[in-house]
């Protein structure tokens, strides 16, 4: 079986200050990663992946996340937030080769000015 | 990246009506989509699973007379809401998945509300 948590469901940060949103997961065979980003009243769109190759993934919006499996931790950083960057943002995952798609509870992220 | 669309993006209905969602892939074929119900500040809650040709796969608890799924073309799933009741207001969304990778791609949600 696979779960997904996020950890702190509201992060508030300063602009320009390091984003960290947490993500943790179980899977019993080798999982493929996902964060998306949220905005209101919007579906849901894609930041990064990681599938197989290199454990530090680079997404839009200069955010990235690295993938490690002796922690089963997929954390998404990115080191200057901008107020654009509010919004909801999930972390997911899926079994390789599988097919349904487990979500996180998402983490709210506030930006100050 | 592949392109979803999800029509209407808010519907305002009477309860006991029912209301009809669209979710195309504009330019993919889609065998499999997904439709989701997000509850203010929570996570998606996955409803059903869309095949085309074949009926969709319901999630426990889902209703399969309340919430109908149609998905009878490559580039089109559709969700109807039957007797609509006030507690069926919700964000509804729908996704399809990509091939290589299990990416998903999301419509743009549609927000119904049942008065």
């Known amino acids: 079986a696979q779960s997904v948590t996020q950890l702190g469901s509201h992060v508030s940060v300063s602009e320009g200050a390091l984003v960290l949103l947490r993500c943790n997961y179980s899977s019993s065979v080798p999982p493929y990663l996902f964060w998306y980003v949220q905005y209101p009243n919007q579906g849901l769109q894609l930041l990064l992946k990681y599938t197989t190759g290199a454990t530090l993934v680079k997404g839009i919006n200069g955010f990235e996340a690295e993938f490690k499996k002796s922690e089963t931790s997929f954390h998404l950083t990115k080191p200057s937030a901008h107020m654009s960057d509010a919004a909801e943002y999930f972390c997911?995952?899926?079994?390789?080769?599988?097919?349904?798609?487990?979500f996180g509870a998402g983490t709210r992220l506030f930006v100050k000015a | 990246g592949a392109v979803v669309s999800q029509h209407p993006s808010r519907v305002i209905c009477k309860s006991g009506t029912s209301v009809k969602i669209e979710c195309r892939s504009l330019?993919?074929?889609?065998?499999?989509m997904f439709w989701y119900r997000q509850f203010p500040k929570q996570s998606l809650m996955l409803m059903a699973t869309?095949?085309?040709?074949?009926?969709?796969?319901?999630e426990q608890g889902v209703e399969k007379d309340k919430f109908l799924i149609n998905h009878a073309s490559l580039t089109l799933s559709t969700l109807t809401v039957t007797s609509a009741h006030p507690e069926d207001s919700s964000f509804y969304i729908c996704?399809?998945?990509?091939?290589?990778?299990?990416?998903?791609?999301f419509g743009e949600g549609s927000r119904l509300t049942v008065l």
């Open positions: 869309s095949n085309e040709g074949s009926k969709a796969t319901y």
């Open positions: 996704s399809a998945r990509g091939l290589a990778d299990g990416e998903l791609f």
């Open positions: 997911a995952v899926s079994p390789t080769g599988g097919f349904k798609t487990i």
């Open positions: 330019d993919f074929q889609a065998t499999t």
